[in-house]
């Protein structure tokens, strides 16, 4: 009996204890175990992706535009040119394709630094439906004409992160479009007893500001958007610019990745050279292909 008593003495006691340990675990202690748990998984949610937040990326591949181009080339001594629409007046096809590439730098958590190449050859043959005067030259109707439009495109923006976080970015970005571009107009040989043509290049650099996203919608799903403007006047130059970008990214695997997006950027340019001057309004926009390689270590995105 006394064994007995001793045995459901000692099974009571301990079932007092275990009771008191379970009470000692409050809601606020089961709080803070979640927080921390939460806190971790911010910790290494960017180091499970390997596309995202590291060092290093680099872009490459096709954009096809539609076009929209009208220019207006005059000489300094009073000859004023004509508006012309380099789409109906002269024959270019809107649709094109072209190549372009990045290169992005994440320099801290915070700050990162972007660059961009764009270039675009265009070229038409077409019978005049009206007269174009077009630098020194007049052209006159029904004449046949060669033109061409080449373009390059070169962009550096640095951005800074107002919100970094793990899982989305958000922030301001400053930089410049700088515009290489020549055009042309020549009329075809045997139309004319004396060579006739005129061209006019020019380089612009064109500042903007503007606002960018970055966002991880999944395991191998991220979205990235940002848009920039900016009207400014420098020396003979006077510019202004809108562009704009939005782009889906699917990781392949590891650290290689595809994008599609739609890009825009429609400048409008106005010139001065030593003996001509011009003025440039381009639009274009359309959907975008690259193939996406990031490499380096992963910068930390959550503030320990």
Same mark, same amino acid.
């Given at each position: 009996m006394k064994k007995l008593f001793y045995f459901l003495t000692a099974s009571l006691l301990g079932?007092?204890?275990? #009771? =008191?340990?379970?009470?000692?675990?409050?809601?606020? +202690?089961? %709080?803070?175990?979640?927080?921390?748990?939460?806190?971790?998984? =911010?910790?290494?949610?960017?180091?499970d992706l390997p596309w995202h937040a590291r060092r290093f990326k680099v872009s490459a591949g096709s954009f096809f535009p539609v076009n929209n181009t009208q220019i207006q080339v005059g000489t300094n001594n009073g000859k004023i040119g004509t508006t012309i629409d380099l789409e109906d007046d002269l024959g270019f096809t809107k649709?094109?394709?072209?190549?372009?590439?990045? &290169?992005? /730098?994440?320099?801290?958590?915070?700050?990162? *630094? $972007?660059f961009e190449y764009f270039s675009l050859d265009r070229s038409s043959s077409k019978t005049l439906q009206r007269e174009i005067n077009f630098g020194e030259n007049t052209y006159e109707v029904n004449a046949r004409v060669t033109a061409f439009f080449n373009v390059q495109i070169a962009r550096i923006a640095y951005g800074y992160a107002f919100l970094s976080k793990p899982k989305y970015e958000a922030g301001l970005l400053i $930089? #410049? @479009?700088?515009? &290489?571009?020549? *055009?042309? %107009?020549?009329?075809?040989?045997? =139309?004319?007893?004396?060579?006739? @043509?005129?061209?006019?290049?020019?380089?612009?650099? !064109?500042?903007?500001?503007?606002? /960018?996203?970055?966002?991880? !919608?999944?395991?191998?799903?991220? %979205?990235?958007?940002?848009?920039?403007? %900016?009207? !400014?006047?420098? +020396?003979?130059? +006077?510019g202004?610019? !809108?562009s704009y970008n939005l782009s889906l990214l699917y990781n392949v695997y590891?650290? &290689?990745? *595809?994008? #599609?997006?739609?890009?825009?950027?429609?400048?409008?340019?106005?010139?001065?050279?030593k003996h001509l001057n011009g003025s440039l309004k381009w639009g274009y926009n359309g959907p975008t292909l690259t193939a996406v390689y990031t490499f380096g270590h992963h910068v930390k995105l959550y503030k320990h």
């Open positions: 079932l007092t204890s275990n #009771a =008191q340990t379970v009470a000692e675990i409050t809601p606020t +202690d089961t %709080l803070t175990v979640i927080q921390n748990q939460n806190k971790i998984e =911010q910790d290494t949610y960017s180091e649709s094109s394709a072209s190549f372009l590439g990045t &290169f992005d /730098w994440r320099i801290s958590r915070r700050s990162r *630094l $972007g $930089g #410049a @479009h700088v515009l &290489f571009a020549d *055009l042309g %107009l020549r009329v075809d040989a045997k =139309q004319a007893v004396a060579e006739v @043509h005129d061209n006019f290049n020019f380089t612009a650099p !064109l500042p903007d500001i503007g606002i /960018w996203g970055e966002f991880v !919608l999944g395991k191998r799903f991220g %979205l990235y958007a940002n848009v920039n403007y %900016l009207a !400014l006047k420098i +020396d003979t130059i +006077d202004r610019i !809108l590891k650290n &290689f990745s *595809l994008t #599609a997006g739609y890009t825009g950027l429609n400048f409008k340019v106005e010139d001065i050279e």
